[in-house]
């Protein structure tokens, strides 16, 4: 069966770095794109960006790019999300999921985790 | 950037009624790329939909999309009790994909 297992929730301080993790088990990690998707709280989701693990190209929504990294560790079939510097704004739940086999929609979802940034 | 409108945003109905959730897209949507979710509170998404009208493994047959271009639906043929949701459209068509504001299907 194929699953995507995110890491555990986070509290952090503005301004603090922070990496999240996705790791995917049941399918070929370096074949299919992992897409990254927020949701704050009580909105609606937002696409950030897309990583195909087997040669790491990335591609970032506008809105998302140079505010945080997509990465991806095929060795260990685990995608990444990070930040370098967060802001409160950041507080919001954070889904990775494969990208379908016809197109870019998700058919699989990680469970998701909770990043809540405050002072 | 395609905006995706959603509507209505609440949908007031008992369990055994139909829904029909409609998805508007500012412009239109390369080759029909459209998809629905459904989330329930505490809840990943979870895949209703992709190319507007094909159902994802697992997915009953009283839910079916349709539309093209700019105008697409999802109906609910006859609602279960846990078919109460929140659902949203998203477009894959054209880069950045983007999702509907979502639309929730309360128990009237």
């Known amino acids: 069966d194929v699953q995507l297992v995110q890491s555990g929730a986070e509290v952090k301080k503005p301004g603090e770095s922070l990496k999240i993790s996705c790791k995917a088990s049941g399918y070929s990690f370096t074949d299919q794109w992992i897409a990254w998707v927020r949701q704050m709280p009580g909105k609606g989701l937002e696409w950030m960006g897309i990583?195909?693990?087997?040669?790491?190209?990335?591609r970032y929504s506008p809105s998302f790019q140079g505010q945080v990294t997509i990465s991806a560790d095929k060795s260990i079939s685990t995608a990444y999300l990070q930040w370098t510097s967060l802001k409160a704004s950041d507080t919001a739940m954070y889904y990775c999921a494969r990208r379908g086999r016809y197109g870019a929609y998700c058919d699989y979802w990680g469970q998701g985790t909770l990043v809540t940034v405050s002072s | 950037e395609i905006v995706l409108t959603q509507s209505p945003g609440t949908l007031s109905l008992s369990p055994g009624e139909r829904a029909t959730l409609s998805c508007r897209a500012s412009q239109s949507v390369t080759s029909s790329y459209l998809a629905w979710y459904q989330q329930k509170p505490g809840q990943a998404p979870r895949l209703l939909i992709y190319?507007?009208?094909s159902r994802a493994t697992g997915i009953p047959d009283r839910f079916s999309g349709s539309g093209s271009g700019t105008e697409f639906t999802l109906t609910i043929s006859r609602l279960e009790p846990e078919d109460f949701a929140v659902y949203y459209c998203q477009q894959y068509g054209s880069s950045p994909r983007t999702f509907g504001q979502g639309a929730k299907v309360e128990i009237k």
């Open positions: 990583i195909y693990p087997g040669d790491s190209d990335t």
């Open positions: 190319g507007a009208s």
